[in-house]
């Protein structure tokens, strides 16, 4: 197999994967809410604010009333993208001199 076709087969997986996807997801969408908030507010209480309510919100409300149910990892792998965009938030927060 050459280079070319190992670089498509990782995009492609890349793309169709829906772990990926979804920790892209939650990830971008976290980041974008604490680096605009934190321009308003602490970006340290925002992040962990974020933290806790996305806890609740993956491992108690997903388990309990979302169709279909959703497994522990599933919601693990939620909540891991939730907090790593936080913490890219706080990074790109850093780098502008505000942290």
């Excluded at 990782?10 to 990926?20: L, M």
């Excluded at 892209?24 to 604010?49: D, E, K, M, T």
């Excluded at 959703?70 to 792998?77: G, P």
Aim: aromatic share 16%.
């Amino acid at each position: 197999m050459n280079i070319n076709q190992r670089i498509a087969d990782f995009v492609n997986w890349w793309n169709n994967n829906p772990t990926v996807r979804s920790l892209n997801i939650h990830g971008w969408f976290a980041c974008v809410l604490v680096y605009h908030l934190g321009q308003h507010l602490s970006v340290w209480r925002v992040a962990g604010v974020l933290a806790a309510v996305t806890a609740v919100k993956e491992f108690y409300w997903d388990k309990h009333f979302e169709a279909p149910r959703q497994a522990f990892k599933d919601s693990l792998v939620d909540w891991a993208g939730y907090l790593l965009g936080a913490g890219l938030a706080l990074a790109f927060t850093a780098c502008d001199g505000r942290l």
